[in-house]
Antibody, heavy 124, light 108 residues
Framework: QVTLKESGPVLVKPTETLTLTCTVSGFSLSNARMGVSWIRQPPGKALEWLAH???????SYSTSLKSRLTISKDTSKSQVVLTMTNMDPVDTATYYC????????????????WGKGTTVTVSS | EIVLTQSPGTLSLSPGERATLSCRAS???????LAWYQQKPGQAPRLLIY???SRATGIPDRFSGSGSGTDFTLTISRLEPEDFAVYYCQQYGSSAFTFGPGTKVDIK
């Protein structure tokens, strides 16, 4: 069974750095066809993709947030870590990690298994 | 960056009715990279459709996807009570993903 679980602080102060961890099970972060994405959702709003990483360390970031985001992985621990600097109240959201699957030759890309999410509030 | 627009914003229908949801892209999207997700209150999104028309594992055949270029459609042939939710389209291009703003399907 494939599962992903997000962990991190519930509350952060403005200007602080947020560090979130996604712990995966049921698949390996060394699988070339699978990666992990981070997505967030402010209360009552739409989903926003943040970043993803694949087994070969291929990374990609949201253009609007690129300067604040860093994604990394520890394959031995089955963990993917996202850091977001200079947090602001507008960053208050539920943060999800999801398995990102790509088809052979990059034919498809989709997020087929999601964690339950972790809610982060930014407030002083 | 490709912007996705979804319409209508809210769709009010009765169980048993057909739902047709639209997703329009600001520029052409590869059909291989267009997906649809369902999200219920308090839950994570669930993948319904990938590659514009392929159902994900375990998704009932009342859900179908179609379209190409800049216009894509998710159709629910006969709404079941559990289908009332928010639906998002998503595209992948230039190593980045974008989501649409969502369509809420609620009970009339």
């Amino acid at each position: 069974q494939v599962t992903l679980k997000e962990s991190g602080p519930v509350l952060v102060k403005p200007t602080e750095t947020l560090t979130l961890t996604c712990t995966v099970s049921g698949f390996s972060l060394s699988n070339a066809r699978m990666g992990v994405s981070w997505i967030r959702q402010p209360p009552g709003k739409a989903l926003e993709w943040l970043a993803h990483i694949f087994s070969n360390d291929e990374k990609s970031y949201s253009t609007s947030l690129k300067s604040r985001l860093t994604i990394s992985k520890d394959t031995s621990k089955s963990q993917v870590v996202l850091t977001m600097t200079n947090m602001d109240p507008v960053d208050t959201a539920t943060y999800y990690c999801a398995r990102l699957t790509r088809g052979f030759g990059g034919r498809y890309y989709y997020m087929d298994v999601w964690g339950k999410g972790t809610t982060v509030t930014v407030s002083s | 960056e490709i912007v996705l627009t979804q319409s209508p914003g809210t769709l009010s229908l009765s169980p048993g009715e057909r739902a047709t949801l639209s997703c329009r892209a600001s520029q052409s999207v590869s059909s291989s990279y267009l997906a649809w997700y369902q999200q219920k209150p308090g839950q994570a999104p669930r993948l319904l459709i990938y590659g514009a028309s392929s159902r994900a594992t375990g998704i009932p055949d009342r859900f179908s996807g179609s379209g190409s270029g800049t216009d894509f459609t998710l159709t629910i042939s006969r709404l079941e009570p559990e289908d009332f939710a928010v639906y998002y389209c998503q595209q992948y291009g230039s190593s980045a993903f974008t989501f649409g703003p969502g369509t809420k399907v609620d009970i009339k």
